[in-house]
């Protein structure tokens, strides 16, 4: 099983940008599709992007194409979300999960491990 540790949450203002980190570890993070959600008070957790296996391949929710950039460093076993031009809509607990697949999947109830969530609030 692996275990999912992210770190880089804060308060922001709106236009500040943020980095989510997410550190990997009990087992070799290349054999996971990696994605990056949020759920916000009240909402259902959503999909917000993901990276294949070898990172070769991104995928993004359409409320942050542009402006969130997601990767991955399987040596170091990390995943990031590098988050600009933030946005008070952008404000929820963001969660790192890991798969075993060979695609990258939105629906949170595929993911096999999860974080414990890092808060984001973007003021205005």
């Known amino acids: 099983q692996v275990q999912l540790v992210e770190s880089g949450g804060g308060l922001v203002q709106v236009g500040d940008s943020l980095r989510l980190s997410c550190a990997v570890s009990g087992r070799t993070v290349s054999s996971y599709v990696m994605g990056w959600f949020r759920q916000a008070p009240g909402k259902e957790r959503e999909f917000v992007a993901g990276i294949t296996r070898s990172g070769g391949s991104t995928y993004y929710a359409d409320s942050v194409k542009g402006r969130f950039t997601i990767s991955r460093d399987n040596v170091k076993n990390t995943v990031a979300l590098q988050m600009n031009r933030l946005r008070p809509e952008d404000t929820a607990v963001y969660y790192c999960?890991?798969?075993?697949?060979?695609?990258?999947?939105?629906?949170?109830?595929?993911?096999?491990?999860w974080g414990q969530g890092t808060q984001v609030t973007v003021s205005s």
């Open positions: 999960a890991a798969v075993l697949s060979t695609v990258v999947l939105a629906s949170p109830r595929n993911y096999d491990a």
